[in-house]
């Protein structure tokens, strides 16, 4: 299978010979996602399987193109989660596109990022040079973080070809309470109980109901419950699915879909859009036709930012741009990866 | 800019008086180092058998200050290694000779504490340990932390993403802290990673954790703060064989238990340590764990219950289970002063800090022995067992001629060991000036040629901290050379697994 990423490293090196961009894909799932991007397409998906998984350990060892829902398969077997609770937003969802997009689900205030989980990294560079950087331990510090810096960069720092992951014991026993109230007072609530002991692993709100998980030993979970108080959601864990592919009805239909990443604890943004507030209040959902600057002008009131997540203007301007001196050091990291600037070029809209 | 520089190849007592004069038309007076005796606090780090006089040492107080200094260091070409406070175990902070000790204790004031957003803002000469101390009445904690959290500074951690023993349940400093304020050497103040849980682009935050100071300057420190748990309870088991213990650790995590904390000692470190602390510790064991639950009151209780059982199906000679506050932190005590207590029986000692993966723990632990009768010298072992980071402390006496010389071999063996079992040389303190060699072991060529073309992006003058962390590819040529000359391996007469 080692043949696998000596052919990708070729052609990478082929294509950057004669800066002919690449299109990087796994299941196809992500199109939506970033900017629209140009390019052959490389097609990872064929390379998938567990390269090592010791549930002792909790490290997990897998090929780019192996979809999340055989690695959650793997993983349950074993009573084991990803902690990070990554969408698919499609069957054929595969591990090296969500590390590449960074996607996390409703656990990730609670548990971390994808970035957080990943301890290692084999990629091809832009030079087509098969480099690995971390490892399959938990702490590790010889040389730079290259990895972590893999999640979130679209490919267009490097193909991802294997990966490890700290994985984590699934809890014991979870429930959903819900609670009716004003957004204001759902942001004050979720940021109190969050400096608090209590096993919170998700929280939702739209119009005007506040959703509350908790997860963890069966004992820890009754008591919470018994503190918070609240309706019990007898089909939660069916909405927390929902939520992860945003399946929801609040992301049907074909408006436009913003996400604006801000500080938990800042104020409602007063924007009259459709809204669907979870991670503690750090990341809101907005539906509908809207202009950039305005979007942008709440995100960073709310000392945050905003994407274009679904729809909409898609060549250009989907992320919130960055400060002069931190992109200059960005079209230098490229520049450090990808030198022929071939890999996803203008998927992160300038990289 | 650099039409005034002096030329590289300037006497260093020329250098030395043109940058310390640039450096007092910018600093106050009192904030410019230059005589051997003001020098000498700074001449080391944690790591004390390494020893350089810096060119100068600038004490800034304020970010114009500390970019003043840069701005010198950028105008004359002359290298910075920022220093918090000193207790760096792998040199990271090891002054160059002609280079500027950039010293950030005064930048010591934590700025701000959001107790509603569960964040505190400090500045980086700010100890560790000053930030728990400052949110507790907020019922809040900084998670990681390292032994050394008396002293060391929060700059420091994040430069070497330090650890702790509470890593494998709350994770590293990269885990916790959510933005910084940096000066880049080219003058730039950024701020880097966001309020939000993310920030747009690449996860520079990630990048400079733990870059050991060779990509910028830190100002500002936002961490993240947790909840403090209700309850800490501490199991203390003891076990006939080291093998048994490792079990035990396996055993733990297989049965889905995540610890708050699991340590591993073995005789040598436990006799110290309770010579010297009395913690209660078993002296007829071979090996002890310290396996520690916190959370609420139900969840604590419901978790002691499982690794007790645990335990005792893992063949554990005997356990105790910490009956109050007092004497959870009296079974602390005894790891938490591992490192001094050794140093009580040995006039030096070295300490390493490979990371394995836990299923490794046995053969290491049986080669180390191996090696130990090899160099004819005493090793305690200390070991982050939940998260597979081993701190073999190699006694030695630095006055016997050869002794050093032949503890840094042993080191090495050591660390090259943790990578042939697919670990890694350093698990938390950085690979310095100590490990530099070894980086040549663990990375090929490529891949620190991938480092140096990071780190040209953040330090395209090479200024900051050079020579630290990724080795040059000639000195990975000159080091493959010194180890092809001595042979195939080294100490080919040891049995290999």
Redesign the interface.
């Known amino acids: 299978m080692s043949d696998f990423i000596a052919q990708i490293a070729e052609r990478v090196r082929e294509h950057a010979a004669r800066k002919s961009p690449l299109r990087i894909r796994g299941g196809g799932t992500k199109d939506f996602l970033g900017a629209t991007g140009a390019g052959e397409p490389l097609d990872l998906s064929s390379y998938a399987g567990i390269v090592a998984y010791e549930p002792r350990e909790l490290v997990l060892t897998v090929r780019a193109g192996t979809r999340i829902s055989d690695i959650e398969r793997a993983l349950e077997a074993e009573g084991q989660m990803l902690p990070f609770e990554p969408p698919r937003f499609g069957e054929a969802a595969t591990i090296g596109g969500t590390v590449a997009c960074n996607l996390s689900g409703p656990r990730r205030p609670y548990a971390g990022a994808a970035r957080d989980f990943v301890l290692g990294a084999r990629i091809v560079n832009g030079k087509g040079e098969d480099l690995s950087f971390g490892g399959r331990v938990i702490k590790n510090v010889a040389g730079y973080d290259v990895s972590r810096l893999m999640a979130g960069a679209f490919g267009t720092l490097g193909v991802l070809t294997e990966l490890s992951f700290k994985v984590l014991p699934r809890p014991a026993a979870e429930a959903t309470l819900a609670f009716e109230m004003d957004e204001a007072a759902m942001i004050e609530a979720v940021n109190r109980w969050a400096g608090q002991p209590l096993p919170l692993s998700a929280t939702a709100w739209e119009s005007g109901v506040l959703r509350v998980r908790l997860s963890g030993a069966a004992s820890a979970v009754a008591a919470a419950r018994a503190k918070l108080g609240g309706a019990d959601v007898p089909e939660g864990a069916d909405y927390w699915q929902s939520l992860r592919e945003q399946a929801l009805p609040f992301f049907g239909g074909d408006a436009p879909l913003w996400r604006l990443s801000v500080a938990q604890t800042a104020e409602p943004l007063g924007l009259t859009m459709p809204q669907l507030v979870e991670w503690g209040g750090g990341q809101r959902w907005l539906r509908g036709e809207a202009e950039l600057g305005p979007m942008r002008d709440a995100a960073q009131k709310a000392r945050g930012h905003a994407t274009r997540f679904r729809g909409g203007e898609r060549t250009a301007g989907v992320f919130h741009p960055l400060a002069p001196a931190i992109a200059k050091i960005h079209r230098r990291l490229k520049e450090a990866f990808d030198p022929a600037g071939i890999l996803n070029p203008g998927r992160m809209d300038n990289f | 800019m650099n039409a005034l520089a002096l030329p590289p190849a300037a006497p260093l007592e020329t250098r030395r008086a043109d940058v310390a004069g640039r450096l007092r038309e910018c600093l106050p007076a009192g904030a410019v180092l230059v005589s051997g005796e003001d020098l000498r606090p700074y001449e080391c780090d944690g790591l004390s058998a390494y020893r350089q006089t810096p060119l100068v040492a600038a004490l800034p107080a304020t970010e114009a200050e500390a970019a003043a200094v840069l701005r010198v260091a950028r105008e004359t070409g002359t290298p910075v290694v920022a220093r918090g406070s000193g207790t760096g175990l792998s040199g990271g902070a090891l002054p160059l000779a002609d280079g500027i000790l950039l010293a950030m204790g005064k930048f010591n004031r934590i700025l701000e504490v959001?107790?509603?957003?569960?964040t505190a803002k400090a500045q980086p000469g700010v100890r560790n340990a000053q930030i728990t101390e400052a949110v507790a009445p907020?019922?809040?904690y900084y998670a990681p932390d390292p032994s050394s959290q008396i002293a060391c500074s929060i700059g420091g951690n994040v430069a070497?993403?330090s650890?702790g023993v509470h890593?494998?349940k709350y994770?590293?400093t990269?885990?916790n802290i959510q933005k910084v304020r940096a000066l880049?050497i080219e003058g730039?103040?950024?701020?880097?990673g966001?309020?939000?849980?993310?920030?747009?682009?690449?996860?520079?935050l990630?990048?400079i954790?733990?870059?050991e100071g060779l990509?910028v300057l830190l100002t500002e420190v936002t961490v993240k703060l947790l909840?403090?748990?209700?309850v800490a309870q501490v199991v203390l088991a003891s076990f006939a064989s080291v093998e048994a213990a490792g079990e035990a650790v396996?055993?733990v995590?297989?049965a889905?238990?995540?610890p708050a904390g699991l340590e591993m000692m073995d005789r040598l470190a436990t006799a110290a340590v309770e010579d010297y602390v009395h913690a209660g510790y078993d002296l007829e064991a071979e090996a002890i764990l310290l396996c520690e639950s916190d959370?609420?009151a139900?969840?604590v209780?419901?978790?002691i219950g499982k690794i007790t059982e645990v335990m005792r199906n893992a063949g554990s000679t005997g356990f105790r289970v910490s009956g109050s506050e007092a004497e959870r932190l009296k079974f602390w005590s005894g790891r938490k002063t591992a490192f001094p207590a050794v140093g009580r029986i040995s006039p030096d000692y070295y300490c390493i800090d490979g990371?394995?993966?836990?299923?490794a723990v046995s053969k290491v632990l049986r080669r180390i022995a191996e090696l130990s009768a090899h160099y004819g010298l005493r090793c305690a072992n200390v070991f982050?067992a939940g998260?597979?980071?081993l701190h073999p402390l190699i006694l030695y006496d630095a006055n016997v001629p050869g002794e050093f010389e032949k503890t840094e071999e042993f080191a090495g063996d050591i660390l090259e060991l943790s990578i042939e079992v697919?670990?890694?040389?350093?698990?938390?303190?950085?690979?310095g000036v100590e490990?530099i060699n070894q980086?040549c072991a663990?990375?090929?060529t490529?891949?620190l040629e991938?480092?140096h073309?990071?780190?040209?992006?953040?330090d395209?003058p090479g200024l900051l901290n050079p020579g630290k962390?990724?080795p040059t590819l000639h000195r990975c040529a000159e080091y493959g050379r010194m180890r092809v000359s001595r042979g195939q391996l080294p100490h080919p007469d040891i049995p290999r697994f």
Do not use: W
């Not at chain 2, 909840?227 to 209700?230: A, L, N, R, V, Y």
């Open positions: 959001d107790p509603a957003s569960r907020h019922g809040l070497e993403n650890g890593c494998l994770g590293l990269v885990h880049t730039d103040a950024v701020e880097i966001c309020d939000a849980l993310d920030a747009p682009g690449y996860d520079l990630a990048t954790t733990g870059s990509l909840p403090k748990p209700q396996a055993a995590i297989g889905g238990i995540v959370g609420t139900e969840e209780a419901e978790e990371s394995i993966p836990r299923g982050h998260d597979g980071n697919g670990g890694t040389i350093t698990g938390e303190h950085g690979v490990k980086m663990q990375f090929r490529a891949e991938q480092f073309a990071v780190k040209a992006a953040f395209p962390a990724v």
